[in-house]
């Protein structure tokens, strides 16, 4: 666990942890951010950029599929359940049902220190809350 904020922009160390956890867990997809990291925080960027990175030099299974969770602009980002209409466009896609909804919200509020007045805003009006759209990455 890293302090906000604090991972290398490379994400070297992101990539080396990626591959220990892949060779204990197995799984057979990982979904990452892409090169924003949807907000454009540090620790996003080198996460996308360490799996990546992990993925494309053979550091895991080649079994595994990897996605990118797609950043979008702020209109399409706080457009909540009207993006699912744009979204259903791309090729993987998912949409979240009322349950999955209500859960992803009580998630969020277990995180009091980061529910912060724009945070509660980001919950209520996100559509990353409702739908997420991913990209294939090729090795």
Known sequence: RKSDGT???FGGEVAKEVAEFARLHKPDI????????VSGHPNHIATGKGVVY???????CDHILLYQLESVNLIRKYSSFLDCF??????????????????????MKCHASQL???RK?????????VVNTLRSVAV
Do not use: K
């Open 86 to 107: 744009i979204s259903s466009a791309s090729t993987v896609y998912n949409i979240a049902s009322l349950r999955d909804v209500v859960n992803i919200q009580s998630a």
């Open 121 to 129: 805003l980001y919950v209520v009006f996100s559509r990353y809350m």
């Open 7 to 9: 991972l290398q922009l």
């Open 30 to 37: 990982i979904i990452t951010f892409d090169s924003y990291g």
């Open 116 to 118: 912060t007045w724009f």
């Open 54 to 60: 992990a993925y494309t030099n053979r550091m895991i």
